[in-house]
């Protein structure tokens, strides 16, 4: 089925123990289409402004992206962020941050993209998250991220959106930050309380927990690698995985979710294996399916 | 076969968001054989002053926890921590210790106890540990715990017992600190070039992470749960059932081994269920029996 996602376009310098990827292509968008198109065509929706450096066609070559929604808006600047990352490199320092054209009106939706089945909304102010919501005809599932900064300073329109999403893809600060719950579990079943029909709280080298309304739980560590060079994207590429694989599937069950969750759990294994979207780039779907066959079988008892 | 535990017996007092538990009966050794005695009768080997207001027998009343080598010490004052944890309770902190008994000899080793083929020595100086070693004939299976103090104070002692022992384990704190590694299982291989042939890695709510000395790899969520009230005795309950396990199967193959973290990860989520030893004293092997069907289940994909 249809996949829509929308979500950032961003000019990124990141640094991590391993070196300085300088003015590298980054966003939320672009590494969630790069994950998402291995499982299925992928309808991007995200603005630049007119000095961005990438050509995203060239980027997506040979991928089933489809760049209708991708505005380049004259006059305006590219979102621009640089960030770096210490030690087990579970969180991100944000070094400085140039909104830029993430400020002005959203992408326009493009006609074509209104009969979307699966939408994801990539980290954004949930009032905005909201306002493509009601954009897209009959969507079958919506699923959205988030992050600190819009549980603190949007609240009520974070609780609102809570309302019109079917899945939420959070990291387990946030839920934690949301609920005023330590306990994970705790924090999820909360959240599930507040709309969602699932919440997945990412946990970085510690793996995912998915918990439904109905209390179906499921947890997965993450992929174990020593090679981690550059978490940046982890978060979307894990998203991509997940929305591509059930997008593909064309449902949400319990059994999907749970192998839509361990498609994520790889790719973004991959991912943060080297800078930007490198790894991304080089992977095959061969190396999805070896990590998803190790995964599976690590985890057996 | 024989499985022997080394450890403290110890007169806690441990404050959590659920509650204050005072003077109540703790010490890594009674956690441990505790869980053990669900799988393999114990030979338990701990030190007390006779101040001790508790009654081991009683404690461990119609289970298989051999006492010969519970020594009370006339004149000596038994081992006292005092501890709270906050938010997720993921660390401990020692709010008052007295180490009294523990820093005298340690207890006599039984010679009903030198045939002991399981070893388990729980966190002491890395230097006892080596000693007691000694003191067993011909042991088929050692494993050692430690904590940080060792690793700061006693570097050497310590690299010197990895030479010695099968398996360590360790949390994810001491695994970086050792190894100067950030990621844990960079930290994990490492550590098995020391010495161990294999080590796992314990990292509280997020689970455990086995590595061998073949660069296998196991990984294991924590058993979901809401009903956190105190975690002490957590990692010593998974040390029991893990050993209990590894000991009654007689050996310690990569396959037992998942199977013996898996109990171990179970019964530790029984006893973080309330305060001191109440969980365990009240759960069923059909309550670890349960745990390990929905465990299995959960990571399933």
Chains 1, 2 share one sequence.
Not at 160 to 178: Q, T
Request: hydrophobic share 40%; aromatic share 8%; charged share 20%.
């Amino acid at each position: 089925m249809s996949l829509l996602v929308t979500g950032s376009i961003g000019i990124d310098t990141v640094t991590t123990p391993f070196g300085t990827s300088e003015a590298c292509l980054g966003g939320s968008a672009v590494y969630f289409s790069m994950a998402a198109s291995w499982f299925t065509p992928v309808r991007f929706l995200g603005v630049v402004g007119d000095d961005c450096p990438f050509d995203l066609h060239k980027t997506f070559s040979g991928r089933d992206v489809d760049l209708t929604g991708l505005e380049v808006r004259a006059g305006s600047k590219t979102f621009r962020w640089q960030g770096s990352y210490v030690g087990a490199m579970n969180d991100a320092n944000t070094d400085s941050v140039e909104l830029n054209v993430l400020e002005e009106a959203p992408a326009t939706l493009p006609d074509s993209y209104t009969d979307t089945e699966f939408l994801f909304l990539a980290n954004t102010a949930p009032a905005l998250q909201s306002q493509l919501i009601d954009k897209v005809n009959a969507p079958k599932l919506i699923v959205a991220d988030t992050m600190n900064l819009w549980i603190d300073i949007a609240r009520a329109d974070f609780e609102a959106l809570l309302k019109k999403i079917d899945g939420l893809v959070l990291n387990e600060g946030e839920a934690r930050m949301f609920t005023g719950k330590d306990n994970l579990v705790a924090a999820a079943k909360a959240i599930c309380k507040e709309g969602p029909k699932f919440v997945i709280v990412k946990k970085g080298e510690h793996g995912t927990l998915l918990m439904t309304k109905n209390n179906e739980c499921f947890v997965l560590p993450a992929y174990p690698t020593d090679k981690v060079k550059d978490p940046t994207g982890a978060g979307d590429s894990f998203a991509g995985g997940m929305m591509g694989y059930l997008a593909n599937a064309g449902n949400y069950e319990l059994n999907t979710l749970k192998q839509a969750i361990a498609c994520g759990t790889v790719v973004a294994s991959l991912n943060i294996e080297n800078f930007s979207l490198d790894a991304l780039q080089n992977a095959t779907i061969d190396d999805i399916n070896n990590r998803l066959n190790t995964l599976k079988e690590m985890i057996q008892f």
